[in-house]
């Protein structure tokens, strides 16, 4: 007992360690999975009984989980961790009455009568497939519209949502909608990973709970059973398509009217003050949390009851993250590979109207990678599409029979002779001194089943108690998903022996549990991998990518994925990948082009800026250098920019990973704009904080072609901030009226003092920045007058990127901080960290100061003074454009910066730089 007590006690120091270092603004080690806190039994003394009904568990000073009828003491898919360090309460309980306070936080009042709980949803058990009716627990009131049938999924969720009283959807195979009597399923996913909605099962705690803050700001008053006035969106709902296939058609996005078929999902933060998420029919883990460890999705059914989680934060939108992550486990960490660009695209067949002929080795290698490498173009993931097995049918396995398969697991041997050599190939790509090379990834549609010609139905088959010579067709994982024994041999015997790196999980019937197995499952081999797939809901942000689906190729959806993405952090997820130009539309020029180049542009500059860098369409063609020397130029901008970011991106992915808060935030995120008005305006909803150091405003309309310019509306937040394509500085909180946008450019802010490190091209492929460029925004740094010292700080976390060696710690932390008073600034540069394997023993720092355009009178590095010298020639000084200017050649304003390049240093030692323009 005493060992299992200290195992916890040092779980729970090492989480709190986290915290309180993430909330120090500084990048930290993460504990080992061994030690990781997924207990899901919360402490003793954060429990309170006040009857024989309910349990309260306060864990944490603003979440309480509020159970009724029954204690459910497993994990669940979605709250993994309830073993927090309980705050302090005062419990004052009678005959009639519970009240609990917690100390300097909420208090939560409880009536009491001798009345039981009264009944709750006799849904919680669907029958799997694409009918959510309860088999003979739930009755069908209706049909709706009464006789009218050969609606889809998405209208049935549509005609639901008109109606006020509408418990429930569901889509009937045969072309009906139904209504239920009670409920609020928002998918037709298998009963053991269902979603609950907004609209949540009548609570026996209805009424009779009353939870409140005092606060000045942000202060509230919940009764169970009352629904938020002002609820913030979360992310994409599970919509019956699981994704935003065929978006978008926007009423009026500069009125925050976005499609309405593909609505966000109510979130864990509020101008309310309080959320609430019902966890009650979430599947439960047993022996585990299923996170790291050996834990199991149940297939006992959870005993009906009524299972809350009441979010009180108020407006303190971060620390209502960081709190839920505490709970839920931690936002993924992909790898360093998923935050530079991507390559991808449905090639389709000759029969499909193909017009490039089939996807082969030798096609990928000759008309994409090396086309990359030629124009100097970074390419990290290559992403083949369905085209890449075999498209066969038993029992004809020789020959192609005239259909083409939509599942598989088997290389086509004729297109891919040795799928190993080609992997191989392009990991060694980019020459011996990279770490990566290109990665590859390929598309699984795991719900089709697997059939005799497939390399693993021998094995499979006796798996499942088949016999290997009846060629009958074997399930797939969907349905056998939480069959151990079947998964385990589908890893060993169908995913490993495919031999590439990511994976593309392409099926709507994903869940949140067989998103992550594709995750888990190398893990325990040490590799770390992404899954990109349909998003499950809550939860499903330990899986590292969300898949937004095919969507049209319209400017509509360009502006409902700049609206939406930020908006998922607010319920923890992060990561999204959008197709880059959309995937579905008519050609538009004899290219096989299937948006005009602008449209493509504009995607590919507002992608910059997203956490995934995607491009993907359908018989289509988006290599860039095919839409002309002019387009070009521009496009391969928004390439190296993008390659550019990779640093930064990373060291936020480590930051999320620890406090839950996503790259990509609203608005009312920014510091003290929660209860701005402008910050919650429509108008301003197309654009964002990228990190808490850029404000991002993406075009997502066309020019006018009489000035091949158009005007963008832009609201900055309270601080200083800089305009990263000109220079100017602007005070905030501001509006900027009509700012006038080339082709060539996007609006893009940085915070005054803010450090962002970049990398240039030749660590394209490297572990380790080098040189690591720090990018320093200091207005008017050349300036010798008298002004307020500025200071700022910047961060760089790098590790192995492909391993999981990241959680025990293996990693280097980089910190930079400068001043800058009357001309002159200072910097250092220190690290820390235990280190990895293979990573070098030194490396250079670049310093690129914003603020000022000529050249110091003094400068030095490490005592050791820096001459001017041609650009990019270290060590010395020059002037150059901006390493993250959009802007092409000639086109546009061009911000001018000076950059001092030191000599190389120990890569855990301290870099000092002093410039002097006085």
Request: charged share 15%; glycine share 8%.
């Amino acid at each position: 007992v005493s060992a299992a007590l200290i195992h916890r006690a040092q779980a729970i120091s090492m989480w709190l360690l986290i915290l309180a270092c993430v909330a120090a603004h500084s990048v930290v080690a993460v504990a080992d999975p061994a030690r990781w806190p997924s207990d899901p039994v919360a402490d003793p003394a954060a429990m309170v009984r006040c009857d024989g009904l309910t349990r309260f568990s306060f864990l944490t000073p603003r979440v309480v989980r509020l159970e009724a009828g029954v204690e459910e003491d497993r994990a669940s898919i979605a709250f993994i961790n309830r073993h927090t360090t309980p705050p302090q309460l005062t419990v004052t309980n009678t005959s009639a009455w519970c009240n609990v306070t917690v100390a300097g936080g909420l208090s939560l009042s409880y009536r009491k009568d001798n009345s039981p709980p009264g009944p709750t949803d006799s849904c919680s058990t669907a029958s799997s497939g694409h009918d959510a009716v309860c088999s003979g627990k739930c009755t069908r009131v209706s049909e709706y519209p009464h006789g009218l049938t050969d609606k889809t999924q998405a209208e049935c969720c549509a005609l639901c949502n008109k109606l006020d009283d509408c418990g429930t959807w569901v889509f009937a195979t045969g072309g009906n909608c139904y209504l239920l009597s009670r409920g609020t399923v928002k998918s037709t996913r298998v009963a053991h990973d269902r979603v609950t909605g907004s609209k949540s099962t009548p609570s026996p705690l209805q009424g009779r709970v009353t939870i409140q803050h005092a606060a000045a700001t942000g202060g509230f008053t919940w009764t169970a059973g009352d629904k938020p006035q002002n609820s913030l969106p979360g992310t994409l709902a599970p919509t019956p398509s699981a994704d935003m296939a065929g978006c978008c058609s926007n009423p009026d996005a500069l009125a925050g009217k976005y499609d309405p078929k593909y609505p966000l999902q109510p979130s864990l933060l509020s101008m309310d003050g309080w959320a609430v998420v019902d966890d009650s029919h979430s599947p439960v883990i047993d022996g585990g949390s299923g996170f790291l460890d050996d834990g199991w999705i149940s297939s006992t059914p959870r005993t009906t009851g009524s299972d809350l989680y009441f979010f009180g934060c108020g407006l303190d939108f971060a620390t209502c993250l960081k709190d839920y992550v505490s709970l839920a486990g931690p936002m993924s960490m992909p790898t360093r590979s998923t935050f530079g660009v991507w390559w991808s695209r449905h090639w389709g067949s000759s029969f499909d109207g193909n017009p490039f002929g089939p996807m082969s080795d030798k096609v990928l290698w000759d008309q994409v990678v090396s086309e990359y490498i030629n124009r100097s173009l970074p390419l990290h993931i290559l992403v083949t599409d369905m085209e890449w097995h075999e498209q066969l049918q038993a029992p004809q396995c020789t020959k192609f029979v005239g259909k083409k398969a939509w599942g598989g697991y088997s290389w086509n041997r004729t297109l891919f002779p040795d799928p190993s050599n080609f992997v191989q190939r392009l990991h060694n790509a980019h020459g011996a001194s990279s770490d990566f090379g290109t990665q590859v990834s390929v598309n699984y549609h795991p719900d089709e089943g697997i059939d005799a010609c497939q390399m693993s139905y021998t094995e499979m088959a006796r798996v499942v108690g088949v016999d290997p010579a009846s060629k009958q067709m074997l399930p797939d994982l969907n349905p056998m998903q939480a069959n151990r024994t079947y998964v385990d041999a589908y890893f060993k015997y169908v995913i490993d022996p495919i031999g590439t790196d990511h994976a593309w999980t392409d099926s709507p019937q994903m869940t949140t549990w067989s998103n992550a197995l594709y995750v888990q499952y190398p893990a325990k081999k040490g590799k770390r991998v992404i899954n990109f797939s349909r998003y499950g809901g809550f939860g499903d942000h330990r899986k590292p990518i969300g898949f937004s689906g095919d969507t049209l190729r319209k400017w509509d959806t360009l502006a409902y994925e700049v609206w939406m993405t930020p908006r998922a952090s607010n319920v923890g997820f992060g990561y999204w990948s959008h197709d880059i130009g959309g995937f579905s539309g008519g050609y538009v020029d004899k290219q096989w082009h299937t948006e005009s180049p602008e449209l493509f542009l504009r995607w590919l500059q507002a992608a910059v800026y997203f956490p995934v860098f995607r491009t993907h369409c359908r018989y289509c063609e988006q290599r860039i250098w095919t839409w002309g020397a002019a387009w070009y130029a521009r496009m391969k901008q928004t390439f190296l920019v993008r390659n550019a970011l990779v640093p930064f991106l990373y060291t936020h992915a480590m930051h999320a990973f620890a406090d839950g808060e996503g790259m990509l935030l609203p608005m009312y995120w920014a510091e003290s704009s929660a209860s701005l008005k402008e910050a919650h305006d429509p108008k301003y909803s197309q654009q964002y904080l990228f990190g808490r150091s850029l404000v991002v405003a993406p075009v997502t309309s066309a020019v006018d072609p009489t000035t091949n310019t158009t005007t963008k509306d832009v609201w900055l937040p309270p601080g200083t901030w800089v305009d990263v394509a000109t220079g100017a500085v602007h005070a905030g909180p501001t509006a900027l009226s009509s700012v006038r946008v080339g082709l060539a450019d996007v609006p893009v802010f940085a915070r005054s003092g803010a450090v962002i490190p970049v990398q240039t091209m030749a660590s394209a492929y490297r572990r380790v920045a080098d040189p690591a460029v720090w990018v320093v925004f200091a207005p008017n740094a050349s300036s010798t007058g008298s002004s307020p010292t500025l200071t700022g700080r910047g961060e760089l976390y790098e590790d192995e990127g492909d391993t999981m060696q990241y959680l025990s710690g293996a990693a280097v932390h980089s910190a930079f901080q400068f001043s800058l008073a009357r001309g002159t600034l200072t910097a250092t540069v220190s690290a820390s960290g235990q280190g990895f394997p293979g990573q070098p023993a030194s490396r250079a720092h670049w310093v690129e100061v914003h603020g000022a355009t000529a050249l110091p009178k003094q400068a030095a590095c490490n005592s050791q003074p820096l001459a001017p010298t041609p650009v990019g020639q270290a060590p010395g000084m020059w002037v150059q454009r901006s390493s993250l200017s959009l802007v092409a050649g000639n086109e546009g304003p061009a911000t001018q910066v000076v950059v001092l390049a030191c000599n190389p240093t120990s890569l855990t030692g301290t870099a000092r730089v002093t410039v002097n323009w006085a």
